[in-house]
């Protein structure tokens, strides 16, 4: 027993001492009192998230510093953006929703028909890249099939929806790529990739694994990461090489934008301190120290999560950003 506990107290020690704690960066709280957000995303000026106490969606300008409420149809799960624009799933799963935060207005896409007495499937889990976004529809409701079931991408400038895949998954997409996971037969997950230019469909990673966190799944350039099993793992399609970012076995969450992949340690319940990987130097550094924070998502030098440190309410959970380039002040 007592070799158990040396060996446990061995590996925590060489784990803190591998990952450096942040301290040339400044941390500041954007929201007060904001009560069961989730769904957070970042992207130029604008912090967006959503809030389960109304399932609604809302923005933060970091250049004028207020918050804004976005009016119209109600959310579900986590927000994507890129430029002015933020994408979200209809609370009822109904429909993708798009908001302009440059032009103030919202607009609905893939609104799904609704049967007499029930819906006939769900849009969910969008992504947005440039005039593209990408997202799942299933079918859950009983007696209906499954023949519009997919991953499905969106072109706005045309209006058409193609189907890319028959699976149901969880999807991202940069650029011209799509990426999303799908069950396999051994019980697992696979990563696969869409090349939207050749309409191309590859497979990345077979696994056996039956855990598979569906909001750790991103891309950035040749780089995708994903969270599995508790652990985030990362895979370059240029260089065709899977590596694993952590071991811990406690890990979701994971985002990446440049060099840079961000993700959760949790401690409980997806709640714990956020951490920064660089692909570059492979050096892991430790963001936050409340214990309570999650969510991250990182754009430039700038990190935004969650994080109720400052609260005794365990509903009540602010924004932060954390600048990796201000200095915080002696």
């Known amino acids: 027993m007592k070799n158990k506990v040396l060996s446990a107290f061995l590996i925590f020690f060489l784990f803190v001492a591998l990952v450096t704690v942040a301290s040339a960066g400044t941390e500041t709280q954007l929201t007060h009192g904001e009560r069961l957000t989730s769904g957070i995303s970042f992207y130029g000026n604008h912090v967006f998230w ?22 119209g149809h109600a959310a579900t799960g986590r927000t994507h953006a890129h430029g002015n624009k933020v994408v979200w799933a209809g609370d009822m799963g109904d429909a993708v929703y798009i908001y302009d935060v440059s032009a103030g207005n919202e607009t609905v896409i893939a609104s799904e028909r609704r049967a007499p007495t029930m819906i006939a499937s769900y849009r969910h889990v969008p992504d947005i890249y440039g005039n593209y976004i990408v997202y799942t529809n299933s079918n859950y409701s009983y007696g209906q099939d499954h023949k519009n079931d997919g991953i499905y991408l969106y072109d706005l400038n045309t209006g058409n929806e193609t189907k890319i895949a028959t699976v149901h998954g969880y999807s991202a997409i940069y650029d011209k790529t799509v990426v999303w996971s799908q069950a396999n037969n051994s019980g697992g997950y696979d990563i696969y990739m869409y090349d939207i230019c050749t309409h ?45 970012v952590t071991k811990s076995g ?67 959970r602010d924004i932060y950003l954390y600048d990796l380039k201000l200095k915080a002040e002696s």
């Open 50 to 71: 959503t809030e389960s106490a109304g399932n609604d969606v809302h923005a933060y300008d970091l250049t004028t510093g207020k918050r804004i409420d976005i009016d």
């Open 250 to 316: 406690n890990a979701t969450d994971s985002a990446i934008y440049g060099k840079r992949i961000v993700y959760t340690l949790a401690i409980f319940s997806g709640i714990g301190d956020i951490y920064m990987y660089d692909i570059s130097t492979t050096k892991k550094t430790r963001i936050t120290t409340s214990t309570n924070a999650f969510k991250p998502s990182i754009y430039g030098d700038k990190i935004v999560y969650a994080d109720g440190k400052n609260s005794k309410y365990p509903d009540v």
């Open 200 to 244: 191309q469909t590859s497979i990345i990673t077979t696994t056996n694994s039956s855990s598979y966190e569906s909001s750790g799944l991103d891309i950035y350039g040749n780089v995708i990461v994903w969270t599995e099993s508790g652990n985030v793992y990362m895979y370059d399609i240029t260089a065709h090489k899977i590596t694993q």
